[in-house]
């Protein structure tokens, strides 16, 4: 069974930085593609960042420039480094490991508030 475990999260004003890491319980090179999801309530899942196999990487429109998904050296976590956050950054965020057959894993998320 695979865990993921996230943390990092918490309270930031406008303009500032969090880094989020998603601990997995197997090497992040056992999965196709490492992701980074953010859910508001009422809202439809977003992905936000991606990274692929190979380390090819992907960003939501709105995070492009101000967020960057990494892996650590272990090759056992994968971080999201926010940087100029905005209010609308508000929300859940999830990590996710998904297979090269389409299985996918999950977190538990990690609560992300910026405020002023």
């Known amino acids: 069974q695979v865990q993921l475990v996230e943390s990092g999260g918490g309270l930031v004003q406008p303009g500032g930085s969090l880094r989020l890491s998603c601990a997995v319980s197997r090497r992040i090179t056992d999965f196709y593609a490492m992701n980074w999801y953010r859910q508001a309530p009422g809202k439809e899942r977003e992905l936000v960042a991606s990274?692929?196999?190979?380390?090819?990487?992907n960003y939501a429109d709105s995070v492009k420039g101000r967020f960057t998904i990494s892996r650590d050296n272990a090759k056992t976590a994968v971080n999201l480094q926010m940087n100029s956050l905005k209010p609308e950054d508000t929300t859940v965020y999830y990590c996710s490991a998904e297979t090269d057959c389409g299985q996918g894993y999950w977190g538990q998320g990690t609560q992300v508030a910026v405020t002023s």
């Open positions: 990274r692929i196999s190979g380390g090819r990487t």
